[in-house]
């Protein structure tokens, strides 16, 4: 109850910051919406005059496309600026203000820096998913949608993790931004169903880097694809992660010299 009352309090706070300058916001959320449409150039170009790829059709290709976009919304929304905000901490010394408050350190790091602006990206992928159905023929099932949003809860999961992770390794290592910015590299890869990649590439995304489980799965998922045991498998995975990114944050506190240490 009290983490879900402080993750209220802090969006509301980032609300109120983002429409102090509505103008920004507005325009801002254009932006955002004019990039969602232009991702799917892509996947245009890729199915231009082929039936299907690695056994995708191009609607069920705009499944995995609103998937990938859902979970950018959460990257560059959440994520992201929250690690920038936290890596800024342990670099000047100024964690001290975070710890000294009266609720969890990771939870305060976690939501300091929302991007309200950012659910232009939801709203948009909301609209692809509806072409891809359209496009389909049909409506996804009541119990293939639940099982979907059941995956999109443990890829947002994994995505915090790897943020709360990346987090920990500024405790020893502080300039990171190279590695934030090799990520979002690396995560635009999330747009493709994972069957495009073959041999190395298709594990690396599978098992290590699990851009599969973030945006294919849940597709798959929706267009009732996806077998039970790849369901349990994908959220005992993000449920590892989260365990993991809390043990490795709350070992890295240890190693955080403050300002006046």
Known sequence: MLAGRVAAAQLRVALARALQYRVDFIVRG????????????PLLVVFHG?????????????VVMAWFQLCKAVLEGVVN???????EHIRLGTLDFVLLKPADAQLLLSTAQIEPWRAMDVLGAMVLLVRAFWGLGHAPEPAHVGIALALLVGSVATLYSIGILAVSVAFWVVRIGNLTYLFNAVFDAGR??????RGFWRIVFTFVIPLG???TY???ALLGKLEPGATVG???GAAAFLVISRVVF??????????SS
């Open 30 to 41: 254009l932006v955002a919406t004019f990039w969602v449409f232009w991702n799917v150039v």
């Open 50 to 62: 082929r039936p299907s790829v690695a056994g995708w059709t191009f609607d069920e290709a705009l």
């Open 81 to 87: 600026p929250g690690l920038v905000a936290a890596v």
């Open 192 to 197: 493709w169903p994972v069957q495009v990649f």
């Open 213 to 215: 489980l973030m945006t």
């Open 218 to 220: 849940p597709a798959m």
């Open 234 to 236: 994908a959220l005992a």
């Open 250 to 259: 709350r070992r890295a506190l240890r190693h955080y010299s403050s300002a």
